[in-house]
């Protein structure tokens, strides 16, 4: 078995309205920061995945997000996965 | 009939939800802890009640939805049991895909504590059928998360199905976006699954179900429960 770390990145899908996001950028905008725009607010996961290789890591942990991590309602998630050496 | 109300960690309306099943309905009532892996073969309905069940880590109701107990509340709904879901109990039963949609963040960003009327769009329901007709109820929510939303075609076959049981309205039964607490699509406060014994709604019933509270328009949903079966 080999240990694969991994990222995760979950935002609101395209066109569902991101209030926290909108809300972010009024402050800013109400700032000295008049150029920022299209603020959107996601998660991040870190994570630890023991598999055999690279592939069923990945399909571990898209299986996760897709039943937990993530609600695919209202959510996308994006996997990065690299395998931690010298352990 | 028998009631069981579910606790999680982090439920806070349990015991608002005993007893007005209990002291209000004047039916049995039970708790049924998190970790039971059975529901006793003499409940009729089970309450999932409103709180913030751990926490409401990652997603309101995410985490509850894999505790031990929903396995058995999944196969109690698809014998055709009876289940409520109010507030995180709502959260908790879109999570488990036993009704349709998600609840979002509501739109104003606030947490909205405070009483709202709601309008009956159904009241051919195991829940429903005695609230009078056109009547309006008022009943509190207390939710920073009840931004119903489905994608279009969830939407089409709530409509088309009648699922659709309860919608925010002003005090006349005006459904308009002034009387919107959350944002939800369509003003919606509640929804049944297709096969009509599962109800998910953020209102709480359990807190305005005797006039010694302020009011007892939540009561009409313990007495339909009730009435259906006494049949």
């Not at chain 2, 049924?32 to 003499?42: G, N, Q, R, T």
């Not at chain 2, 909205?112 to 009956?120: A, L, P, Q, Y």
């Amino acid at each position: 078995m080999k240990t694969y770390s991994a990222e995760i990145k979950i935002m609101l899908k395209k066109g569902i309205l991101d209030v926290q996001g909108k809300t972010v950028e009024n402050s800013l905008n109400s700032m000295e920061f008049k150029d920022l725009h299209n603020v959107r607010i996601g998660k991040f996961v870190e994570l630890t995945c023991q598999a055999d290789n690279e592939d069923s890591a990945k399909a571990i942990i898209n299986q996760a997000c897709s039943k937990l991590i993530a609600n695919p309602i209202i959510e996308d998630y994006h996997i990065s996965i690299q395998e931690v050496k010298g352990e | 009939m028998k009631f069981a109300v579910v606790v999680f960690p982090g439920s806070n309306c349990d015991a608002d939800a005993y007893n007005a099943a209990k002291n209000d309905a004047l039916s049995d009532a039970v708790y049924l802890w998190h970790k039971d892996k059975i529901i006793p073969s003499d409940i009729d309905c089970v309450i999932l009640p409103g709180g913030f069940s751990y926490g409401d880590y990652l997603r309101s109701g995410a985490i509850a939805r894999f505790s031990p107990i929903m396995q058995e509340v999944i196969n109690f709904a698809d014998k055709g049991g009876s289940v409520v879901g109010i507030c995180n109990g709502f959260q908790v039963l879109t999570e488990a895909g036993l009704l349709p949609g998600t609840l979002m963040r509501n739109s104003s960003l606030n947490f909205v504590c405070k009483d709202v009327n709601i309008k009956t769009i159904n009241n051919q329901t195991r829940f429903t059928s005695q609230i009078p007709n056109n009547w309006v109820l008022r009943i509190p929510i207390a939710h920073g998360e009840g931004n119903y939303f489905a994608d279009e075609d969830t939407i089409k076959s709530l409509q088309d199905n009648n699922q659709i049981v309860f919608k925010y309205c002003d005090e006349n039964g005006n459904i308009d976006d002034k009387s919107n607490p959350n944002g939800s699509l369509l003003n919606i406060a509640g929804i049944i699954n297709k096969n009509g014994n599962v109800l998910g709604m953020m209102p709480h019933p359990e807190r305005l179900s005797n006039n010694i509270l302020g009011g007892n328009d939540g009561l009409y949903i313990f007495e339909s429960i009730k009435k259906y079966y006494s049949k």
